[in-house]
Nanobody, 116 residues
Framework: QVQLVESGGGLVQPGGSLRLSCAASGSGVSIYAMGWYRQTLGKQRELVERITSVGTTNYADSGKGRFAISRDNAKNTVALQMNSLKAEDTAVYYC??????????WGQGTQVTVSS
């Protein structure tokens, strides 16, 4: 069983930065991709950015130029550096892991609030 532990959320002022981290644990996990999604009340969960084991990234336009994802394959971790944060970035951010078998796992979510 794979477990994902997220950290790094919190309250930040507009224009500020946050770094989210996610660590995967579990025996025999074969990771194809890890990434970040976010969800606000009443809306569907949406992709923020994800990265595959070979470094291919997919990202939403909303974070283009402001967010950057990185991954440590040896440690099974993924991080999302978020800069120039806006009020509309406020959401619960979820880490997601996809195995080569297509099994998917989600973290518990971490709240990011951008407010003055």
């Amino acid at each position: 069983q794979v477990q994902l532990v997220e950290s790094g959320g919190g309250l930040v002022q507009p224009g500020g930065s946050l770094r989210l981290s996610c660590a995967a644990s579990g025996s025999g996990v074969s990771i194809y991709a890890m990434g970040w999604y976010r969800q606000t009340l009443g809306k569907q969960r949406e992709l923020v950015e994800r990265i595959t084991s070979v470094g291919t990234t997919n990202y939403a336009d909303s974070g283009k130029g402001r967010f950057a994802i990185s991954r440590d394959n040896a440690k099974n971790t993924v991080a999302l550096q978020m800069n120039s944060l806006k009020a509309e970035d406020t959401a619960v951010y979820y880490c997601k892991l996809v195995e080569y078998s297509a099994r998917q796992y989600w973290g518990q979510g971490t709240q990011v609030t951008v407010s003055s």
